[in-house]
């Protein structure tokens, strides 16, 4: 054993050997535990660093000779006590993870273990030496495809092709995924946003559900491992086939032209609060990773509701989560984020919300993530609300205000118009600084965190029954409507008003301003049987129904249809706010209607209509959309272009081959108005007057 460097942080294989570093400013001794094999009872070395020659300032580290890729490692840390006063949590005998790994381990974990003092190394996890310079990546650089042509697809690795109905060799993992690339880029979304990835702990059981299933962490917002792929999603996780078969992944979406964008949990992690387990994080830093109370450093504070809080602006730890995302950038090719609850991260010291945080600076003004997309969840779970004030300026924020706004039109709240007409140019009411853009929004009307959208059109309220909490968790407002039954119904009258309901929400969603974003399964009316809170459901409840994409053509086909037409229409995915521009047929960019020109209807508390002009430039097509939430049919006058006629793009109470066409296509439209059934959405396009269809 030698000094070894302090950076760069982790394992890293270099000098025929590795290089460990660690940060722990309060230790008083390390030791660095070297396993034989993944499930040995104990290690077969122990490295004892010197406080002298090993450490560095807060930075233990040394190099070991003769180790390599594949060793199995983790360490042992000792300091002072006084946890109360100093929020040190050392306890000698915990065998601790390497934040920075790789790669872990947990084929002998057992998390009862890891909670109080005691020792645990016959039952911890452990971190493995990873080489990450034995992959080739065959020219892949990420997409870096504009926000203003994105569409996003939000997906769990697992729930994708878990099911047997998937069809793919290896169900619920990264190669799974892959199978499913052929589809995904049918269907023409830009990129898939996967929920957590990172190492999470998949064998506590949280509670028994009422059927006596035990429960467990599914969607995986809970990591311990922030650099190392999650184990559970690999077909084969020994010798590191994890790294490789996310690489793998990545590479064959960017082949297909799809973007990977990673939900990212910095916010809290699987230590959980003073009665959780020891894995990482606590036994080395403690005061330095999380919030604690300053009147008794023993207890975390807590901003997620899980258990305790990230200290994101520590130096320390802010360095932690930079240098992450620019791994995952650099090593895994990945082209974006998702940051979950990432207003905690604007905290400091007290829980005290920063006016400059520098965790959120430092990710904005990174060179290496300089093109990477960067997507706020902007609250966090203690109330901490910035929708549109999230610190920074490149940062896109989930639009909460569309969400709710446009279920409520749709299910038929009067009143909405000029609400929706903001919604629909891209929210410049909650992006108002002079930086923003209406890609500073990503619009949705669905994500994991809710019904899915077939759910939102058939139950008034959840039904999370089978969570084993007797229904209280999960939210209470849903802003859903059934159409007149409460969950699965063989009535067609019912059904046809739901397929209406889902395209009319999927067509608002795709002909608005700013990022879209789509729920995994929503295209094919995946249902979680009215559950809006499946974060314990690792079963077919929350898994994705294959069997449904091909009994739902009429569905998939409206979606895919939408989305082509969204790439076909510059209109429709413009970077910018409305302004007024005209173009040179004399148009200004956008022209608010109701069912007559120039009277949207502002100001009428009863009003369920809306309609638009959107003006083409350069040469690009007119648009005129028409939104009829009123239960019955209206005749809306349509405008006059000189030289142009218009013909009928897309009409949702139309069935499948009539409900939307090609870009520059469609069906005639003769006369001054048109009819719009009820609860509709209805497209125009303009095309020059040559007398072809």
């Known amino acids: 054993m030698s000094i070894g460097v302090p950076q760069p942080l982790g394992a890293s294989v270099v000098r025929a050997g590795v290089n460990f570093s660690v940060f722990s400013p309060g230790a008083t001794r390390v030791e660095l535990l070297l396993f034989e094999r993944h499930d040995a009872q104990e290690p077969s070395r122990v490295v004892v660093l010197d406080s002298e020659m090993n450490r560095s300032y807060d930075f233990w580290h040394c190099h070991v000779a003769g180790l390599s890729a594949g060793q199995v490692y983790g360490f042992r840390m000792d300091g002072p006590g006084g946890t109360r006063e100093t929020g040190f949590r050392f306890d000698r005998a915990k065998v601790l993870l390497d934040p920075y790994a790789r790669a872990n381990i947990n084929s002998v974990w057992d998390r009862v273990g890891a909670v109080g003092p005691g020792d645990n190394c016959a039952s911890s996890m452990r971190s493995m030496v990873v ?49 499913k690339i052929p589809y995904l880029k049918e269907l023409g979304i830009t990129a898939v946003e996967l929920l957590p990835v990172f190492d999470f702990d998949e064998t506590q059981v949280l509670r028994t559900g009422p059927d006596g299933t035990e429960l467990r962490n599914y969607w995986g917002y809970d990591p311990f491992g922030f650099f190392a792929p999650h184990t559970g999603y690999c077909a084969d996780a020994r010798n590191c086939h994890h790294i490789t078969e996310f690489r793998d992944m990545v590479k064959a979406m960017h082949r297909a032209g799809i973007e990977v964008i990673l939900d990212v949990v910095f916010n809290h992690t699987s230590e959980g609060n003073e009665n959780g387990p020891t894995i990482s994080f606590r036994g080395q830093a403690n005061e330095a990773y999380y919030h604690l109370w300053a009147q008794d450093r023993r207890h975390y504070m807590d901003f997620t509701g899980c258990g305790n809080a990230v200290n994101a602006n520590h130096p320390a730890v802010a360095k932690f989560i930079i240098e992450c995302l620019e791994y995952w950038v650099t090593e895994h090719h990945v082209d974006g ?69 446009v279920r409520r039109f749709v299910r038929g709240d009067a009143g909405l118009v000029g609400s929706i007409a903001t919604r629909v140019g891209g929210s410049r009411d909650v992006f108002s600084r002079s930086s923003d853009l209406a890609t500073n929004g990503i619009n949705f009307i669905t994500c994991h965190d809710g019904f899915t959208l077939n759910d939102l059109v058939s139950y008034d ?45 999927a067509a608002i969603l795709l002909l608005s301003r700013g990022v879209p974003m789509i729920l995994a399964g929503d295209e094919f009316r995946n249902s979680q049987g009215g559950n809006n809170n499946a974060y314990c459901q690792d079963s077919a409840l929350a898994w994705l129904d294959w069997d449904q994409a091909d009994k739902e053509v009429e569905v998939r086909g409206f979606f895919q249809g939408m ?21 040179e047929r004399g148009l200004p960019d956008v022209s608010w209607h109701g069912t007559a020109l120039g009277a949207p209807g502002w100001d009428d508390p009863q009003a369920r209509v809306l309609s638009f002009t959107l003006a083409g430039f350069d040469g690009e097509q007119d648009l005129h959309v028409i939104f ?63 007398g072809a269809i």
């Not at 430092?362 to 969840?377: D, F």
């Not at 203690?382 to 909460?400: C, E, I």
Request: hydrophobic share 35%; aromatic share 10%; charged share 25%.
């Open 131 to 179: 080489d990450l310079d034995a992959y080739d990546w065959e020219g892949d650089r990420p997409l870096r495809t504009p926000l203003a042509e994105s569409v996003i697809y939000e997906a769990h690795v697992r729930g994708l092709s878990a099911s047997p109905t998937s069809g793919v060799e290896h169900p619920g993992t990264f190669v799974g995924l892959v199978q």
């Open 337 to 405: 984020f998702r940051f979950d609850l990432a207003s905690e991260l604007s905290r400091g010291p007290g829980g005290y919300e920063l006016e400059v945080p520098p965790s959120l600076w430092g990710i904005e003004l990174s060179g290496i993530l300089s093109e990477t997309k960067i997507i706020a969840e902007p609250w966090d779970g203690s109330g901490l609300y910035q929708v549109g004030r999230f610190p920074g300026n490149r940062w896109s924020q989930w639009n909460g205000p569309f969400r709710d706004e």
């Open 461 to 505: 309220t959840k039904h999370n029954w089978a969570n084993g909490e007797s229904n209280a968790d999960g939210a209470g407002e849903n802003y859903s409507w059934n159409c007149g039954v409460e969950g699965p119904t063989d009535a067609e009258d019912v059904e046809r008003l739901r397929v209406r309901q889902i395209k009319n929400l």
């Open 563 to 583: 989305i082509g037409l969204r790439k076909g229409v510059a209109a429709l995915r413009s970077a910018r706010f409305f302004c007024g521009r005209l173009n």
């Open 628 to 690: 009829n939430m009123f239960h019955l049919g209206l005749d809306f006058e349509v405008p006059a272009i000189a030289g142009h006629r218009w013909v009928k793009t897309a009409d949702t109470a139309e069935g499948t081959g009539r409900d939307v066409f090609a870009p520059g296509s469609g069906l005639p439209v003769s006369g001054s108005t048109i009819h719009a059934h009820g609860r509709s959405v209805v497209v125009l396009t303009a095309l020059p007057d040559d």
